[in-house]
């Protein structure tokens, strides 16, 4: 069976039900009979009746002895009138009814024996095919099942080429067992029948979307619009937009389904997803405010309100929607995911992680048997273990990822590169590259471990041995792009530049997709500034920017270099203020706002940005250097010594790659100059006692 099959059955068991109605009319009576037949068949009109009630008291009690005995009645019927293929019929969907399908089945196939033509018939037994999907947990009888079903539905429509409900049926099948060929004439026959049949309409188009036919999709929807326009026809044509990333259309068709159908929820669950995706934060926080109040027990909405709050830094409301959602959901991983990352966006690291580990105890308390124990466990190590990372205690990190590889192959070997990421953060390359080759040791074929351990000898100058690593894994696929681009990470970290700008060029040949041309374009600029070819950097980040002009690293970096030139500080302000409107708590953007603000001599402006961003990266020796420059420059000299020294220590400690000889010396005069200075303030004047 096809991928899509197994997952499409529970819809369509579901959409099954009451598509036909059940038959229930009375053998019509003879013109002449004699007394005998008057009799039998007053005796068969009642056994039916009394079916009939016993089937309406089993679907209202589902009690077994309910079905028996409507069973009984129907089968006595159907001997007093054996020609009768009504009864049969009803005897069959009460064999379906009662689960006994198999009995079902047998019943309507001995009716079409007697009856190939027997429209009613065919129509039950695919009913009972389709309805009957659900009870099957192997792929085999699903797809047999299905067939049989396809069966049925093409003998109805050339039975009855005007039922139209039927062709949908079969249409659906054939998308389902990826017919889609067959499916599109089905579904064309019926709109040549009826332009304005809504369900062939949304059939067609769902197959249209299923084959990346997005504008044929839109157009079809649009010219059913324009005929008869319904709420499901537009959030169709929006879900159509969504899928090329036309949010601006996708929005305007799902305001047009809520304005023609204000009460109905999935309506509103469009318009409110693509708001949140357009970034349009306040919109879509009144979208999913009316969400939650019309369905107030969905955490889902809950959900999504906390994040939105998150994304307006109102973290107090953020943290009071994802208590909402935990009400309502207690055990969710996604609840607890949330809740974590609201106290880590608060710097509430402590509450975090006694979440998360609460959330890992209760998992690790579950039976070994539960299906999905295993990959929740996975995901809450993971997540532990990166908050732990975020206070700096590296040992915590690394033990919760080790727990982590305990829990099966796959997750051992995701652990493993955590814990190689682990120690590089903590600046521990000898571990690093330590656990990197262990890792290759028990894959030896896992990429991205190799592409791991390149970057690792890059970070520490082993310059030729990371690219010719790298280079080995170029394969003249898509996929060379990234490798391109790390080795030209790997030569600008060894400062061979020509060499860069070479492995960026050949990462550009194959940048087909917009993001992949910003980040291309990014590190061309890189280079280039690295470099100091100034106006070639500009360039490149102009580039990028004509491409996304909210890319948040592109404006940061763009405007740092203006600030550090300082030159057109007024335009590197406005730089990296856009890049912190779209991330305003990250360190390094407040540190380049600071910095340019401390080149136009605002050095109150430039000591609250800086203090923020130390406060964010404590350990990030441009920024102590930086705040201990406003310092300096403000007479504080004594505050100015501490964080320079701050900064000494941390370019000790930093990565090979990262060491900046020219910054240390600059950093080391200032010191021994500013030492000098205070120690000739401090010696008492000539001949004072």
Same mark, same amino acid.
């Given at each position: 069976?096809?991928?899509?099959?197994?997952?499409?059955?529970?819809?369509?068991?579901?959409?099954?039900?009451?598509?036909?109605?059940?038959?229930?009319?009375?053998?019509?009576?003879?013109?002449?009979?004699?007394?005998?037949?008057?009799?039998?068949?007053?005796?068969?009109?009642?056994?039916?009746?009394?079916?009939?009630?016993?089937?309406?008291?089993?679907?209202?009690?589902?009690?077994?002895?309910?079905?028996?005995?409507?069973?009984?009645?129907?089968?006595?019927?159907?001997?007093?009138?054996?020609?009768?293929?009504?009864?049969?019929?009803?005897?069959?969907?009460?064999?379906?009814?009662?689960?006994?399908?198999?009995?079902?089945?047998?019943?309507?196939?001995?009716?079409?024996?007697?009856?190939?033509?027997?429209?009613?018939?065919?129509?039950?037994?695919?009913?009972?095919?389709?309805?009957?999907?659900?009870?099957?947990?192997?792929?085999?009888?699903?797809?047999?099942?299905?067939?049989?079903?396809?069966?049925?539905?093409?003998?109805?429509?050339?039975?009855? $080429?005007? !039922?139209?409900?039927?062709?949908?049926? +079969? =249409?659906?099948? @054939? %998308?389902?067992?990826? &017919?889609? /060929?067959? *499916? #599109?004439?089905?579904?064309?026959?019926?709109?040549?029948?009826?332009?304005?049949?809504?369900?062939?309409?949304?059939?067609?188009?769902?197959?249209?979307?299923?084959?990346?036919?997005?504008?044929?999709?839109?157009?079809?929807?649009?010219?059913?619009?324009?005929?008869?326009?319904?709420?499901?026809?537009?959030?169709?044509?929006?879900?159509?937009?969504?899928?090329?990333?036309?949010?601006?259309?996708?929005?305007?068709?799902?305001?047009?389904?809520?304005?023609?159908?204000?009460?109905?929820?999935?309506?509103?669950?469009?318009?409110?997803?693509?708001?949140?995706?357009?970034?349009?934060?306040?919109?879509?926080?009144?979208?999913?405010?009316?969400?939650?109040?019309?369905? $107030?027990? !969905?955490?889902?909405?809950?959900?999504? +309100? =906390?994040?939105? @709050? %998150?994304?307006?830094? &109102?973290? /107090?409301? *953020? #943290?009071?929607?994802?208590?909402?959602?935990?009400?309502?959901?207690?055990?969710?991983?996604?609840?607890?995911?949330?809740?974590?990352?609201?106290?880590?966006?608060?710097?509430?690291?402590?509450?975090?992680?006694?979440?998360?580990?609460?959330?890992?105890?209760?998992?690790?308390?579950?039976?070994?048997?539960?299906?999905?124990?295993?990959?929740?466990?996975?995901?809450?190590?993971?997540?532990?273990?990166?908050?732990?990372?975020?206070?700096?205690?590296?040992?915590?990190?690394?033990?919760?990822?080790?727990?982590?590889?305990?829990?099966?192959?796959?997750?051992?070997?995701?652990?493993?590169?955590?814990?190689?990421?682990?120690?590089?953060?903590?600046?521990?390359?000898?571990?690093?590259?330590?656990?990197?080759?262990?890792? +290759? =040791?028990?894959?030896?074929?896992?990429?991205?471990?190799?592409?791991?351990?390149?970057?690792?000898?890059?970070?520490?100058?082993?310059?030729?041995?990371?690219?010719?690593?790298?280079?080995?894994?170029?394969?003249?696929?898509?996929?060379?792009?990234?490798?391109?681009?790390?080795?030209?990470?790997?030569?600008?970290?060894?400062?061979?530049?020509?060499?860069?700008?070479?492995?960026?060029?050949?990462?550009?040949?194959?940048?087909?997709?917009?993001?992949?041309?910003?980040?291309?374009?990014?590190?061309?600029?890189?280079?280039?500034?690295?470099?100091?070819?100034?106006?070639?950097?500009?360039?490149?980040?102009?580039?990028?920017?004509?491409?996304?002009?909210?890319?948040?690293?592109?404006?940061?970096?763009?405007?740092?270099?203006?600030?550090?030139?300082?030159?057109?500080?007024?335009?590197?302000?406005?730089?990296?203020?856009?890049?912190?409107?779209?991330?305003?708590?990250?360190?390094?953007?407040?540190?380049?706002?600071?910095?340019?603000?401390?080149?136009?001599?605002?050095?109150?402006?430039?000591?609250?940005?800086?203090?923020?961003?130390?406060?964010?990266e404590q350990h990030n020796p441009t920024m102590l250097s930086h705040l201990g420059d406003v310092f300096a420059k403000t007479g504080r000299e004594e505050l100015a010594e501490t964080e320079w020294e701050k900064s000494l220590a941390e370019w000790h400690r930093s990565l090979a790659a990262d060491?900046?000889?020219?910054?240390?010396?600059?950093?080391?005069?200032?010191?021994?100059?500013?030492?000098?200075?205070?120690?000739?303030?401090?010696?008492p004047a000539a001949g004072t006692n």
């Amino acid at each position: 069976m096809n991928r899509h099959l197994a997952s499409a059955v529970a819809l369509l068991v579901l959409t099954s039900a009451g598509a036909w109605a059940s038959p229930s009319a009375a053998p019509a009576p003879a013109q002449t009979a004699s007394p005998a037949d008057v009799n039998r068949r007053a005796e068969s009109y009642f056994d039916l009746t009394m079916g009939h009630l016993y089937e309406q008291a089993y679907e209202e009690s589902s009690r077994a002895a309910d079905a028996d005995r409507a069973i009984d009645f129907y089968k006595k019927a159907y001997a007093l009138d054996p020609s009768s293929g009504v009864i049969g019929e009803q005897l069959a969907e009460m064999y379906f009814l009662s689960q006994r399908t198999t009995e079902a089945i047998n019943e309507v196939q001995s009716i079409l024996k007697r009856d190939p033509s027997n429209v009613a018939s065919r129509r039950l037994l695919a009913r009972i095919y389709v309805r009957s999907l659900g009870d099957l947990s192997d792929a085999s009888s699903q797809s047999n099942t299905v067939n049989l079903a396809i069966e049925q539905f093409r003998e109805i429509v050339r039975l009855d $080429p005007s !039922d139209d409900e039927s062709a949908i049926w +079969l =249409a659906r099948l @054939y %998308r389902l067992t990826n &017919q889609h /060929d067959q *499916a #599109e004439q089905v579904l064309r026959g019926v709109l040549s029948r009826d332009a304005d049949n809504e369900a062939a309409v949304s059939q067609l188009t769902q197959l249209l979307l299923d084959e990346d036919k997005s504008q044929d999709a839109i157009a079809l929807l649009q010219q059913s619009i324009a005929h008869a326009p319904s709420g499901g026809l537009y959030d169709q044509l929006g879900d159509a937009y969504t899928q090329i990333r036309d949010l601006n259309h996708a929005e305007q068709a799902y305001h047009s389904a809520v304005d023609l159908e204000p009460d109905q929820v999935s309506h509103h669950r469009g318009l409110a997803q693509v708001l949140f995706d357009e970034e349009k934060f306040p919109a879509a926080l009144t979208e999913y405010q009316k969400l939650a109040e019309m369905e $107030p027990e !969905d955490p889902g909405n809950y959900l999504r +309100l =906390a994040e939105i @709050y %998150r994304q307006l830094r &109102q973290l /107090d409301k *953020a #943290e009071a929607e994802v208590l909402q959602a935990k009400q309502r959901a207690p055990g969710s991983l996604e609840v607890i995911y949330n809740e974590a990352a609201i106290y880590q966006a608060e710097g509430r690291y402590d509450d975090g992680i006694r979440v998360l580990s609460d959330a890992v105890t209760a998992v690790k308390g579950q039976a070994e048997a539960a299906p999905t124990r295993r990959r929740t466990l996975a995901i809450l190590y993971q997540v532990l273990g990166e908050m732990y990372g975020d206070q700096e205690n590296y040992t915590a990190e690394v033990n919760t990822f080790e727990e982590m590889a305990h829990l099966g192959p796959e997750e051992d070997r995701r652990a493993r590169a955590l814990i190689i990421d682990s120690y590089q953060k903590a600046h521990d390359l000898p571990h690093a590259l330590a656990e990197s080759q262990k890792a +290759l =040791a028990t894959y030896p074929d896992d990429r991205g471990l190799h592409i791991s351990q390149a970057l690792l000898y890059g970070a520490n100058n082993q310059t030729d041995q990371a690219t010719q690593e790298l280079r080995s894994l170029l394969d003249h696929t898509a996929n060379d792009l990234e490798i391109y681009l790390d080795i030209a990470q790997v030569y600008e970290e060894g400062q061979h530049f020509p060499e860069a700008e070479a492995a960026v060029q050949s990462a550009e040949k194959l940048a087909t997709q917009p993001a992949e041309q910003e980040t291309v374009g990014f590190s061309m600029a890189a280079v280039y500034e690295r470099e100091k070819k100034y106006d070639q950097a500009e360039l490149a980040f102009q580039g990028v920017l004509a491409i996304n002009p909210r890319n948040a690293p592109t404006l940061n970096y763009y405007g740092y270099m203006l600030a550090e030139r300082g030159v057109r500080l007024d335009e590197a302000i406005d730089f990296v203020q856009r890049a912190l409107a779209e991330e305003p708590h990250n360190a390094s953007y407040l540190d380049s706002l600071g910095w340019a603000y401390y080149k136009q001599e605002k050095y109150a402006d430039a000591e609250k940005y800086l203090r923020m961003a130390v406060q964010g990266e404590q350990h990030n020796p441009t920024m102590l250097s930086h705040l201990g420059d406003v310092f300096a420059k403000t007479g504080r000299e004594e505050l100015a010594e501490t964080e320079w020294e701050k900064s000494l220590a941390e370019w000790h400690r930093s990565l090979a790659a990262d060491y900046d000889a020219k910054e240390v010396a600059e950093l080391e005069q200032k010191i021994a100059n500013l030492k000098r200075r205070l120690a000739q303030q401090q010696k008492p004047a000539a001949g004072t006692n």
